[in-house]
């Protein structure tokens, strides 16, 4: 399989180069050629284990890796899961609820961080090289990134995240880490000036390549790739719950990795009949696809910080998807976002953007509390800030149960990451994990960082730097 940039102007890479590779040279995003199509595999996928599964989806696209070496990673990385079935299911009236955070971290970010540590390790031994990872974080990316590669030889990794925007859990997470290999930073700024911060260094090239910059945001191609996975696992676990044979998936949705993962999954064949793109105030999709432009607001927080985001760096895979794979149309839409602050792709303006799965709701704080409250209360089940969203999101555009649509809504972390927000809904106890509780205590390492480019590229400059002395 080759991987070409979104934006069209860098040569095919395999699959191995794309993975170290992050951003594309033209700051595009990698795509895979083709979706191969899964059509004729999907009776026998529906009888596989969950890493078994993932192996069979895997190998169509990581088609460099040895078959063998790819199922042992593929078996390490989900060891680490406190579930058999790494991503299980529970049905909760007419809803199945897709629980994505039993990794280490309690976010579905672990089900692809887990793995890309593993792969950034095989790969980096067998080119006997080094990569210092250099990640923005609105708050769960950070620990399960971290988790992914602490302690890994020939890996250093610098985490940042908006200072005092993320919850005090998340950022516990991170900065607890012991490993000398793991650097935190907290910004003075939002989350999408992190992200800014990060293109600015990737688009740095002396510096990329100088200190081997490598990317664990979700424009690392093997991100999505291992996402595409459980929209597969849980629709065949649907299907067999309710004899369904059709699929909608609800999203919550920020930097929209998720959601392309489950779009992926549509091209390759599977019967997905809508992909819900959730949001929260932070609605920059939800306007998009109501009115055509694409346009960012100011930055707000919110309940789902983890969802505060307003570019939403994968949405320029769907661009690419809307070219028809035409690199040059993606970077002129581009160039205009850049200098006009704005861009209006393939659509008329003002006009609801017509689209054959994709659909989006927005979702405020005040209705994710009484989603949660509600769920609390008839189903005896807590949802996360960010779930809910995705919960009345599905609530919203299938207010009754479909004859031939399963509804499946992604879990995406685990309540007790956010205690405060769940305990002021239900007005009961805060939720608590033993994870968690075991972290309160630890001495947590972190620097002040400005929000400017310059001050982090001599900070990770100073800091490998002392690596290297003697
Ligand atoms: C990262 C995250 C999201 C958003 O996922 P994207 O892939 O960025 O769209 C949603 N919920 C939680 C809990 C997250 O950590």
Request: proline share 7%; with cysteine.
């Amino acid at each position: 399989m080759n991987y070409l940039s979104t934006r069209g102007a860098t040569p095919p890479l395999s699959f191995r180069e794309t993975v170290l590779t992050g951003l594309a040279r033209d700051g595009g995003l990698f795509m895979p050629e083709t979706f191969p199509c899964a059509t004729a595999s999907l009776e026998a996928w529906s009888k596989l284990s969950y890493p078994d599964l993932a192996f069979e989806i895997m190998r169509l696209y990581a088609d460099d890796i040895p078959a063998d070496d790819l199922r042992l990673m593929i078996r390490k990385s989900y060891n680490t899961f406190r579930s058999p079935e790494v991503t299980p299911s529970v049905q909760l009236g007419d809803l199945q609820i897709l629980e994505l955070w039993h990794g280490p971290t309690l976010a579905f970010k672990d089900v692809a961080l887990q793995f890309l540590g593993n792969l950034f390790e095989y790969l980096l031994a067998q080119n006997k090289s080094r990569l210092a990872i250099v990640a923005a974080t609105s708050g769960d990316t950070g620990s399960a990134a971290i988790d992914g590669v602490r302690g890994r030889e020939g890996i250093d990794i610098f985490v940042m995240h908006p200072k005092g925007r993320v919850s005090p859990m998340q950022e516990l997470q991170m900065t607890t880490v012991p490993d000398a290999n793991v650097h935190n930073f907290a910004v003075e700024g939002s989350f999408d000036d992190c992200q800014n911060m990060v293109k600015a260094l990737f688009n740095d090239h002396p510096f990329r390549d100088a200190h081997h910059l490598g990317a664990v945001n979700s424009i690392n191609w093997a991100r999505i790739l291992a996402q595409i996975v459980y929209y597969f696992y849980a629709a065949f676990r649907a299907r067999e719950a309710t004899g369904k044979n059709r699929f909608a998936f609800a999203v919550p949705t920020g930097n929209f990795g998720d959601v392309f993962a489950g779009y992926a999954a549509w091209r390759m064949g599977l019967p997905v009949e809508r992909l819900i793109i959730a949001t929260n105030e932070n609605d920059i999709l939800t306007r998009f696809f109501a009115t055509g432009v694409y346009a960012p607001g100011a930055a707000a927080p919110t309940t789902s910080p983890s969802m505060d985001i307003q570019v939403a760096s994968n949405f320029e895979r769907y661009l690419y998807c809307r070219a028809e794979n035409n690199g040059k149309t993606v970077a002129a839409w581009m160039k205009t976002f850049a200098t006009e602050g704005r861009l209006v792709p393939d659509v008329p303006e003002g006009k609801p953007v017509e689209d054959p799965v994709l659909t989006a709701i927005r979702v405020d704080s005040q209705t994710v509390a009484e989603t949660i409250r509600r769920f609390a209360c008839d189903h005896c089940y807590t949802l996360d800030p960010h779930t809910a969203i995705g919960v009345r999101a599905a609530q919203t555009l299938y207010p009754q149960p479909d004859d031939r649509t399963a509804v499946i809504c992604l879990a995406t972390a685990h309540p007790a990451k956010f205690p405060q927000t769940v305990a002021d809904a239900t007005g009961g106890a805060a939720p608590t994990h033993p994870i968690l509780e075991a972290l309160r205590n630890l001495p947590p390492r972190v620097a002040t960082l400005p929000a400017d480019a310059e001050a982090l590229k001599a900070a990770v400059g100073a800091a490998l730097a002392a690596k290297d002395a003697p």
